[in-house]
């Protein structure tokens, strides 16, 4: 690593890869027309990454783990339907709220389990896989209210996207043991060890490492924020959002 | 099935705040603590800021065993200052310690030595000499500091909270500004954080420039990527030489970390940061003295603010010109300027040549003893900008100048107060040059010295086209060849804005009839990075040709534009292209093109990622500074805020151009070229896209745009 601060800046600036650059919920809003392929893409996109939240919630609210599955792949068939948006309230502005509610309405007024049989036997248009799904909802289970729950896991959600894409980045830059000896500096907690191990972890100067982080942290912040300002229709609310989802954790 | 909970196993909790922690992608990583760091610096560019607390006057006596620590004086992001007392010699000094956190960076020290040497070699007495540099050793990391001449007396910032600095008392401080700041250009030594703060004023009124270089080192001028942990820390403090760590007026309502005094392109473009930027900083402070008020984002002349000699006007706004070419070149310049005021009173000067710049509209004036443009009903005026690579091209109506209707323009020559008028036909916008065949006229050329490296490349210029030529100094003339550019919007509004970087001759010409009419000397009459002539708006021209062309084709007909995207184009990953598909509004990555420019042809038709251009890719050059890279798109500027009165016809027509024209180009809209602009792309698919500006991360372009559809289509 270059620290001459004579370099172009290009140089020492990570190159970015907002590959989603775009709002993808503000996508699925300014669309319009639910059936519209980059509304539908976008939709995809953050049902994907979403998933497990609203799992976890079916779950808790008393679904066996069959009816779960089922109930939340009718949900997310449904809302690639067209016009299902149209329904969006006052919720529109976060994608978060408006999936909430949309889901309990769903499961309240719609969802029939004979009906999605019919329908089709079961519709999957999320590669959900049950036994992980399974898994990752026992590992998860607290005794937190559903809703709360649900945005803790929403969080989660989130966050691990956030450091996958910043994990990508760094293996594409050829700095993948970099990431993995450094991501524990993403959290200034106690339990981080020095940047003294983690120079030494590397061959590298201490210096170096704390150049690093900064940087790797500075990227963070700005993927995080993204990945927010994704489920958001207007990136103003990032901060709102930000606090919302760390009130979840709080105790 | 849902009662397995007794099978689960007890998950481990994080250490700081008892969160259970996931696995996945996060094992190891406590969510909670993951977000709150992620949120816990307010901005992007506060990451990672380590605060600084400067140590007590004890702890500094223990590691200057030759200083008596007198006082603490003040502290800033820069560093603390101490008033000392060097034993031996008996001598009052200043000691500033700079952060501890910045020893963490391994080079530093040796930039330190280097940048501190320069430093050591500016002796003038507006400048605050530095006697010695070093750092001292302390368990924590070494301490960084540097000791120099103490100036008994305020900062600029004290004086200023106490009110208003009289015009008068302006006057004789910026002159010795100039001259502090001039003698340390000349030696290549650009300040970069000139602000109050570092404007010492002795007892006896002398003014001394503190903290050269300092914002450099520290990576605080706004340089990007400066690899020290606390080099984001915005232009929030500087060295408060001075300064007592008390309430700081102007700060107060402020949001910390506003670069008050920053030129923009430190922020925008920080590599191209010269001495300019200086100039620029010194304006802010020229204002601030002046008016008691840092400049608003739109700037307001002094005079307007303040009763003062209005000829001060014009040196101020000239220093805080956007454009480092259109500011003074040297710091001496403005010198002589202030100095010009204090022996000509205003009411010698305003006799001549009528050149007492009215109150209301200040802008609109000239300056004295240059000439102005005047248009007097309509210039019909269509535009094209190349070279920075924004197209406009003109419909070319087959029979042309068979129309009646006229338009004047007059162009006041130099010199003179006569007036000459010509009469464009209407809508004989003609395609007059293409080729580097440009007939320039002689005072448009430039000295000879210039001219081998003059370059003018197919700047095809129409009747109404205004050039400004601009001539680069010839030392950077071998990197920098000088382009003669040319620019005007369709709104009618003629903006003669800066279009080169180092702009030294610059004249204006007018294309009239096909003929180019000089205006030799028109200096430009800009403020505020613009110059414009009222003149008809886009529609009345778009609504003209629309009935000329007696269009009753279906082509022109039942057009609407599609939904409009808003996206955010950021750099791509390592040189790989993204492209927007612009029909869905969605970023294309696979599969992966190549960027070699032969492959990635193969690639897009290979692909059908098609050579129909309905695609654009961020610029991949990682530049600081987001760039993109229009891919196939040709484009016309159709002026800021034309977003909402350009109809699907209007873009439509537009581009009903000879199809040889019709040729992909690559175009290049940096941060500064926001702006709206027509597009077509080699399939025909025509839109608007309006750059709507950097992030306020200044990590991408947003950008929006719409397409032409047919209304037969769904």
Redesign the interface.
Known sequence: ?????E???????P?????????RW??VL???RPGS??AA??LEELCRTYWFPLYAYV?RR?????D?EDLTQAFFARLLEKGFLESAGAERGRFRAFLLTALKRFMANEWDRSRTLKRGGGATPLPLDPQQADS?F?????DLPPDRAFD?EW??AL??????RL?D?CV??GRAGQFDHL??F??????ASSHADAAAALGT????V??AV?RL??R???L??DEVAQTLAQGAYV?AE??A??GA?S? | ??N??S???T?PT???????L?????A????????????S?DS?TQ??RIPFIPPTVEELAALFPALEILEFIGKGGMGAVYKARQRQLDRIVALKVLPPALG????FAE?FAREARALAKLNHPGIVTLYEFGHVTQPTGPLFYILMEFVDGVNLRQLLSGGRISPREALAIVPQICDALQFAHDRGIVHRDIKPENLLIDRRGAVKVADFGLA?LV?NDG???????AA?SPVESGAQETSRPTNDLTDAGKVMGTPRYMAPEQSER??EVDHRADIYALGVVFYQMLTGELPAKELRPPSTKVQIDVRLDEIVLRALERNPSQRYAAVSEMKTEVEMLEKEPLEASSKDSGSTRTMENPAAEAKPDQTRFHTSTAIRVFGITMGAAIFLWLFLPKNDGSRGQQTNVAVAAPQTSSKKTFTVPDFQIRRVLTDLDLDLPADLLPEPRYQQVLKVERTPLLDGSAIAGAFVEESRGKTNPPNIRVKLTVDGSRKFQEITRTNLNRRLAIMVNGKILSAPNITEEIKGGGFQIPGPRVEEEMDALLKHLNSGSSEFSNLRFG????????????NQP?FLSLE????V?NPPAPTHTRRFQDWRRSNNVDLAGRYIE?GS????IPMVLTFSLTLADIGKDSWDRITPEMARLHWNLPDELAESMNAIMATGSAGTYLFRTERDVFGVIEVLGATP?D??VRIRYKLVEHGSQP
């Open positions: 690593m270059d620290h001459s601060p370099t172009h800046p290009a140089d020492s600036t190159a970015r890869a907002d590959t989603f650059a775009t709002t503000t996508v300014a669309a319009g392929p980059q893409m976008a779950r008393g679904q066996t783990r069959e779960a990752q026992l590992a998860a289970s607290n803790r969080a989660v966050l691990e996207r956030v450091v996958i994990r980045e594409a830059e991501k524990i993403l959290t200034s907690g106690k339990g100067e201490e210096g170096a704390r150049v900064h942290r500075k963070y912040r700005q995080l924020r901060d930000m606090a989802l760390f954790f105790k | 099935m849902s397995q909970a099978t689960v196993p998950n994080c250490p700081d705040c008892g969160t259970p996931a696995s996945g992608a996060l190891g990583i406590c969510p909670a603590c993951l977000l709150k760091s992620g949120a610096a992007v990451a990672g963490d960076d391994a080079t930039r450099k990576g340089r990007a990527g400066s690899p020290l942990p984001d920080p590599s939904k409009t995207n808003s996206l955010t184009i950021t750099n791509s990953p390592r993204v869905w509004g969605l970023w990555t961020p050059s990682g530049a600081n991360d990590s991408g």
